[in-house]
């Protein structure tokens, strides 16, 4: 059973440019949410996709917009890069027949802006 | 205000021995859900235990248990016989309100380190 899968791993961009981040949640899973994790911080929610639409947002600027797809697959999109859109960007998915509907994550995509 | 407060940024604890990583908690929710993550160096973050607001024992998971005192608004994870594969980053976290799909906020995290 694959667990939530991430691509790319690393991502090397320059300010201004803009990046797309792909998940695949876990098999049986159909919530997919996005964090960013700066360094030496914990995760900050980004937003939350349900059904192919945005269930909840953070407190993050509308440079970063998401979509889900009808396979319950998620990109994170982010435009306009600031060099402090650098961190680790954290997939999780979860479903709502989930013991504890505890997250479950990804590796992540450490994107560095330069 | 911080939902979620660990104070212990670095933590060290010798092999086989116990240790406890603080977490305290803010919210007005009567209903929430606090989990615990480890986060290796490798930067996935691995689920440990969970604990919700209406749970009237502590959890327990293994070697993992959860100290929950719900006047003092804290969740400390306990490890007992730390093994050197504990040390990593670990993370409390809370979930607000009955729908499980909401959002979880994330403390700072302890660094654990086991020393042989």
């Known amino acids: 059973d694959a667990g939530v899968t991430q691509s790319p791993t690393h991502l090397i961009k320059t300010r201004g440019q803009q990046v797309t981040l792909r998940c695949s949640p876990k098999?049986?899973?159909?919530?997919v949410s996005w964090y960013q994790q700066a360094l030496g911080q914990g995760p900050q929610f980004i937003f939350q996709y349900y059904e192919e639409e945005e269930r909840q947002r953070g407190n993050f600027p509308d440079r970063f917009s998401g979509h889900q797809f009808p396979n319950y697959s998620s990109e994170l999109n982010v435009n306009a890069l600031l060099l402090g859109d650098s961190a680790l960007y954290l997939c999780a998915s979860s479903s709502f027949s989930g013991k504890y509907n505890e997250q479950f994550f990804g590796p992540g995509t450490r994107l560095t802006v330069l | 205000a911080q939902k979620i407060t660990q104070t212990q940024p670095g933590m060290f604890v010798q092999e086989k021995e116990a240790v406890t990583l603080d977490c305290t908690y803010d919210t007005s929710d009567p209903s929430y859900g606090l989990f615990w993550y480890k986060q290796p160096s490798s930067g996935e973050m691995i689920f440990l235990i969970y604990q919700g607001s209406y749970d009237q024992q502590n959890a327990t998971e293994g070697r993992y248990s959860l100290n929950f005192q719900k006047a003092r608004k804290s969740a400390n994870l306990v490890i007992s016989a730390s093994q050197l594969g504990d040390s990593a980053m670990y993370f409390c976290?809370?979930?607000?309100?009955?729908?499980?799909?909401?959002?979880?906020?994330f403390g700072t995290g302890t660094s654990l380190t086991v020393i042989p």
């Open positions: 976290a809370m979930r607000e309100g009955m729908n499980t799909g909401n959002q979880f906020y």
């Open positions: 098999s049986g899973h159909d919530t």
